[in-house]
Nanobody, 125 residues
Framework: VQLQASGGGLVQAGGSLRLSCAAS????????MGWFRQAPGKEREFVTA????????YYADSVKGRFTISRDNAKNTVYLQMNSLKPEDTAVYYC???????????????????WGQGTQVTVSS
């Protein structure tokens, strides 16, 4: 599956952004979806994930209560609504797809099969 992330930008602390990730090439409902981020000089880290049906979601503690993941399977798109943004949320955000079936290793980046190109999110203080 090919993934195209969009929606990043520059926002002040306390503001909001919504990222989108459009999928193509394979049946979208065959994939669980995740968002990861990587700040300069840091390793890529798990942000949030959602199962193929949207029935289960997972969040890193650092974003719980501020970020919301959702998906529209009719539009082959997954979204990341980010509210109450902080400067430490500044990073390149990547969407990723992991084939469903078996255990969903939602936090483990190496288990994901496809990655989008990343979109920059910058939060100013």
């Amino acid at each position: 599956v090919q993934l195209q992330a969009s929606g990043g930008g520059l926002v002040q602390a306390g503001g909001s952004l919504r990222l989108s990730c459009a999928a193509s090439g394979r049946t979208f409902t065959n994939y669980h979806m995740g968002w990861f981020r990587q700040a300069p000089g840091k390793e890529r880290e798990f942000v949030t994930a959602i199962t193929w049906s949207g029935g289960s979601t997972y969040y890193a503690d650092s974003v719980k209560g501020r970020f919301t993941i959702s998906r529209d399977n009719a539009k082959n798109t997954v979204y990341l609504q980010m509210n109450s943004l902080k400067p430490e949320d500044t990073a390149v955000y990547y969407c990723a797809a992991q084939r469903s079936g078996g255990i969903y290793y939602h936090t483990q980046s190496y288990k994901y099969d496809s990655w989008g190109q990343g979109t920059q999110v910058t939060v100013s203080s």
